[in-house]
C-alpha cells in the first residue's frame, strides 16, 4: 500500500508562485495515477489536476489551466505541482491522491489512496 507525503505549502503573496511535492513510499510511483485536489474552509474537497501513470497526460480543473503545472519524476517516486500567478482564493489544504486503474479522472472518489495535505495561504 503506497503511502503519500505532501510537501512545500506556506505563505505566499498574491501573483507568486509554489511548488508542492508528494513523495510516494511504499510502493512504485509509475504504477499510479496520480492528483492533486484542495480544500478550502467550508468547501467540499475538488479536483484541480491529475497526471497518468507513465506517459504523463495531464487535466487541469478550469480554475487553475494556464497557471499550475502537475509533473511526475518516477525516478524519485515523486508527483509536482508548479503553481504559478497564484490568487487569494488558491488558499487551501492541498492533497496529493493516487489511483490504482488506468485513466484520468476528476472525482476524489475515484483515487484510492491520500496524503495528510500541505496548507498553502495566499495573500492579498
Known amino acids: 500500500q503506497v503511502q503519500l507525503a505532501e510537501s512545500g505549502g506556506g505563505l505566499v503573496q498574491a501573483g507568486g508562485s509554489l511548488r508542492l511535492s508528494c513523495l510516494a513510499s511504499?510502493?512504485?510511483?509509475?504504477?499510479?495515477?496520480m492528483g492533486w485536489f484542495r480544500q478550502a474552509p467550508g468547501t467540499e474537497r475538488e479536483f484541480v489536476a491529475a497526471i497518468s501513470r507513465r506517459i504523463g497526460n495531464t487535466i487541469y480543473a478550469d480554475s487553475v489551466k494556464g497557471r499550475f503545472t502537475i509533473s511526475r519524476d518516477n525516478t524519485k517516486n515523486t508527483v509536482y505541482l508548479q503553481m504559478n500567478s497564484v490568487k487569494p482564493e488558491d488558499t487551501a489544504v492541498y492533497y496529493c491522491a493516487a489511483r490504482t486503474g488506468p485513466g484520468l479522472f476528476r472525482g476524489q472518489y475515484d483515487m484510492d489512496y491520500w496524503g495528510k495535505g500541505t496548507l498553502v495561504t495566499v495573500s492579498s
Open positions: 511504499g510502493g512504485t510511483l509509475s504504477t499510479y495515477t
